[in-house]
């Protein structure tokens, strides 16, 4: 039994890293408010290695539709500034000598259709994770058979395994009602 348990816990830790997965690759995805969570993923080149900009620079949020970017050195300004425009943001960054301003355009209808398209094309990614979590999970206690472990308890713990899916899979369709009404609400 314990076997059964420790690969139920392994499937549930696997959902739960496609869970934050999905959630990290929500956060790039900008609903039309200024978030900085919108520049992770960037990188420089900063002293001959590849750098995330927060690590060469602070970035703040002064207001809903501006991110305000102060690099830690004068020199890198034009590295981020080249990061940012060769980003799919969609960003044109300002540069004032001091600090480098973003700002967030309102978005079109069509925009956010398209952004909640991308949405769902994440959301079915996570689903499709979870899947093969659970057929992972479902296998590796099914090689538990030829070990003596009854078929009763097989059953039990896929059964387990489904209700822990079905939960994970709901969880998943609440994040992305509640992301897409974040990008349809103008």
Do not use: W
């Amino acid at each position: 039994m314990e076997e059964i348990e420790f690969y139920i816990d392994a499937t549930v830790e696997t959902m739960d890293g496609a869970i934050k997965h999905l959630n990290i690759e929500l956060s790039k995805i900008r609903a039309g408010k200024a978030h900085t969570s919108m520049l992770d993923g960037l990188t420089i080149d900063y002293y001959g290695m590849q750098t995330p900009i927060s690590g060469a620079a602070s970035i703040t949020t002064p207001d809903a539709r501006t991110i305000a970017i102060k690099p830690f050195e004068k020199g890198i300004f034009g590295e981020i500034e080249k990061s940012i425009r060769n980003s799919s943001l969609g960003l044109n960054p300002m540069n004032d000598g001091e600090i480098i301003r973003l700002s967030i355009p309102p978005l079109t209808e069509e925009r956010r259709r398209d952004l909640v398209k991308r949405v769902k094309q994440e959301i079915e990614v996570a689903k499709i994770n979870i899947r093969n979590a659970r057929q992972d999970g479902n296998n590796s206690i099914k090689k538990l058979k030829g070990d003596g472990v009854s078929e009763d308890s097989i059953k039990e713990a896929e059964d387990k395994i489904q209700k822990k899916t079905d939960a994970y899979i709901a969880k998943i369709d609440q994040i992305f009602n509640e992301k897409e009404k974040d990008i349809m609400s103008v």
